[in-house]
């Protein structure tokens, strides 16, 4: 534990030299704070709360990226041998990259939070328990998931493909950029098996219904089981050799990590309600904001819904049926 | 009698279908400094890494401070220093942080302060890493293997890719250490690292150990021959050098005769004679003392460079 944290400031002190690393973990999200809420709600108070949620869970769900890429990079430069070599475990040398990847995202989220009341007139804060707890196991999972990635790459090139495929679902299939029900039927099903659905859905509810943590706690035994998971997995898979390669069995291990949302997937498939409320928070904004964006928005889903807040670029004919 | 605090017995590891260590054992007694020296690739690496537990041995027996490096954990990384052959730190970490945060790593630690002072890098302390040069990093190294004051110290070539003047800075560290009576376990392929640091050596060879001693004891191997190393105007047969007056073998590389001979100066003069009858010049003559490398020479055929 002592040792966990050592690592921990060490690795912040790290990070907060690395120009990269300021870069796209403060001026990134910033950029996408300053472009949702700036440029997409046009001044509509009401529909803040729902591009922060989009806005904070890109700033959660880019934790895995940083973190795969530098133990990755540590492993390559034969770093991680010097720190095998000293009385450190791997469980303590990923504890301190989860630790140190929370610390240092929590204060771009209450930046976003700050700016979004202040800035952007975000009438109420949301249930703040609820947005706390969901972004410190969001923050977990997805450093946890990152680890998992180092854990399955030999070098930071593959690192980098495989991340930027998952960033992409991430990015595109999970509600963040698009609101899911805007997506197809097809979409928004697989969508239902993916983490940064239930991360996307979860900070909506607690940031526009006000729900507490119970009302999510779905979402958030998912994320906390997947995070107790990848963590397990990446402390059994971590290699400390440059040129120790992945072992055949270490991906199928891996894949292991995205069991509570393949059971999720199921179960909300046939019973669930994540599609349900999120269609209803989208709606709710919309039709809040819409006597203020008349004749200017085209995206929504069809049915009744009045004209909405999106991007005015969307394409209507992806709207599900 | 002592318990030796390194102790090797027959130890194997292979790599795929390269068979890297085939039956090495040796034993190292505490507060000495002992040398594996051998030519790259010879299994010096896999050797010291088995015994820092880097790596697990295929076959044998290894023991380090009564310890077993594979099972005993933290028990036994509280007990040894190393300097990796190939390994770094981040960039952006500052040198008394890397000290700092190595000692805190251990129950025992040294005054970081004092390490700084020793070894040269007071100066640097607030540098990065990056900023250091490859001198420096290498003091560091040093220093960091002597955070937790360890009872062993392995130091995997210590001076490779150093410059002559570095080099030299290293080998007065390792004479304190030495003085100091730690037991450090070194690998190196330079022949004057092991004759003027080790108190003993083993020659390692293509997975073996094949010969092992004080370096005055090996070089006994090799007494009462003296190598002459000798460049021509114009090539000759290795055959007709062979046959000059007291030779005992003669090899050639890239124009270079090196030749080992019991009688000298009839050596020489048989030598001159015979390169006057060719038309043949001397460009270039030295005579040395037998050394490690002639050892190495005499019992693989091959230089230890080569």
């Given amino acids: 534990m002592r040792h966990s944290w050592t690592l921990t400031k060490v690795r912040m002190r790290l990070a907060l030299r690395n120009r990269a690393f300021l870069f796209f973990s403060l001026v ?76 240092l995202t929590l204060p771009t989220v209450f930046i976003e939070f700050t700016l979004a009341r202040h800035l952007f007139h975000m009438r109420e804060w949301g249930n703040l328990w609820g947005v706390f707890i969901l972004v410190t196991l969001g923050i977990i999972t997805f450093a946890s998931l990152g680890l998992i990635v180092a854990s399955v790459t030999n070098t930071a090139q593959e690192t980098q493909v495989i991340n930027q495929l998952l960033w992409s679902a991430f990015l595109f299939l999970s509600g963040a950029t698009l609101p899911l029900p805007m997506l197809p039927g097809w979409i928004q099903s697989f969508a239902l098996f993916m983490p940064a659905t239930y991360l996307v859905v979860g900070l909506e509810r607690v940031l526009i219904a006000h729900v507490g943590a119970y009302a999510i706690r779905a979402e958030l035994l998912s994320l906390a089981v997947c995070a107790a998971i990848a963590f397990a997995v990446s402390q059994q898979l971590f290699r400390w050799e440059p040129e120790s390669k992945v072992p055949r069995s270490a991906k199928l291990w891996a894949a292991s990590a995205i069991i509570p949302f393949v059971l999720l997937g199921i179960w909300e498939t046939s019973y669930g309600h994540v599609r349900s409320t999120a269609t209803t928070d989208f709606m709710s904004t919309v039709q809040q ?32 049926k | 009698m ?76 509280q007990e040894i220093g190393a300097v990796l ?27 970081t302060d004092g390490l700084l002072k020793r070894f040269g890098l007071e100066e640097k302390r ?23 004051e360890p009872r062993v110290l392995f130091l995997d070539e210590p001076t490779a890719g150093l410059d002559p003047q570095v080099r030299r800075e290293i080998y007065d560290i390792i004479e304190e250490l030495k003085h100091e009576k730690k037991t450090i ?122």
């Fill in chain 1, 289 to 320: 904001a819409a006597p203020r964006t008349r004749g200017r928005l085209r995206m929504m889903p069809e049915s009744d819904a009045p004209p909405s807040t999106a991007p005015p670029d969307a394409d209507s004919s992806d709207a599900p």
């Fill in chain 2, 185 to 306: 376990l070194l690998t190196t392929h330079y022949i004057e690292e092991a004759e003027r640091l080790c108190d003993r050596v083993a020659i390692v060879d293509q997975g073996r150990v094949i010969a092992y001693g004080t370096p005055r004891d090996l070089k006994q191997r090799a007494a009462g021959t003296s190598r002459i190393e000798l460049r021509l105007a114009r090539p000759e047969p290795e055959e007709a050098l062979r046959g000059l007056e007291g030779v005992a073998d003669c090899r050639a590389t890239d124009g270079l005769y090196l030749m080992h001979s019991t009688r000298v100066p009839q050596t020489i003069v048989s030598l001159v004679k015979y390169l006057e009858a060719q038309g043949n010049e001397l460009a270039g003559l030295e005579i040395a003392a037998p050394s490690l490398e002639d050892v190495f020479l005499e019992l693989t055929g091959r230089r230890l460079r080569d």
């Fill in chain 2, 2 to 77: 002592t318990v030796p605090i390194i102790d090797v017995h027959n130890l194997t590891k292979s790599y795929g279908a390269v068979q890297a260590l085939r039956g090495v054992s040796f034993s190292v007694d505490e507060g000495e400094v002992f040398g594996l020296l051998g030519p790259n690739g010879a299994g010096k690496t896999s050797t010291v890494e088995i015994l820092e537990g880097l790596r697990p041995p295929d076959g044998g027996l290894v023991s380090v401070c009564g310890l077993d490096p594979q099972t005993s954990g933290n028990a036994f990384k």
């Fill in chain 2, 126 to 148: 607030n540098a990065f890493y990056s900023q250091l040069s490859g001198g420096q990093k290498q003091r560091l190294a040093l220093a960091m293997s002597l955070v937790n």
């Fill in chain 1, 28 to 103: 990134f999200p910033l950029v996408f704070l300053f472009l949702f809420l700036g440029l997409f709600t046009r001044g509509n108070v009401s529909a803040v709360p729902y591009m922060l949620a989009s806005v904070l869970a890109l700033t959660i769900m880019g934790s895995f990226w940083g973190l795969s890429m530098q133990l990755v990079t540590f492993r390559e430069q034969g770093i991680l041998r010097r720190f095998r070599i000293a009385p450190v475990g791997a469980g303590a040398m990923l504890a301190s990259s989860i630790a140190s990847n929370y610390l």
């Fill in chain 2, 85 to 111: 052959q190939s390994t770094a730190l981040p960039d952006k970490i500052r040198v008394n942080e890397a000290l700092t945060m190595f000692a805190s790593f251990y129950t025992r630690h040294r005054e």
